[in-house]
């Protein structure tokens, strides 16, 4: 099964920007310290998310993402497309089952590689104040308008309408045979 690689797209820049959005420098910059946050993260934990307890990683003959180069550009293209899991394992030669093991792996080694360059995202209000190097009110004011909800689309003079989907418990009944005919 073909599949993508960093080396085919690398000599593509706009479309390595369209997978990623970064350039090849800025991409290079992150493979050192992301391989070394791989690393780490694979001394404690297998590809199937238990603990290490015998050998140590080694790339396997037949991986699908033998690089480091090939395991950011893999997590990268997920972040950025947020592609079904069956369609991302397609593009890089792997069945969903094996995609989801390197997405679940390659995601807290991608936020660990981006903590270590100090640019992980911001999770609260203070932390990005200090970021901006502004006060958190300051900060709230680029946030606020993010936050705000879209304006209602107009209803040409209909009632409003609310759907409660999720609103009411729907009891069930105890018994499977009853629980099967529901």
Known sequence: ?????????????????????????????????????????????????KPRTARQFAVYKNCPLPTPEDRLFFILAYVKTYALQVVQGRLFGMGQSKANQWIHVLLPVLLAALRTLGDAPARSLSALAQRLGVSEADAATVVAPLEEEPAPIPRAGLPPCAHDGTERRIVRPQDPVAQAAC
């Open 1 to 49: 099964m073909a599949h993508l690689q960093f080396t085919d797209v690398q000599v593509r820049p706009t479309e390595f920007l369209d997978f990623t959005s970064l350039t090849l420098d800025g991409f290079q910059l992150l493979v050192p310290p992301f391989e070394e946050a791989f690393q780490a993260h694979m001394a404690a934990w297998r590809l199937d998310g």
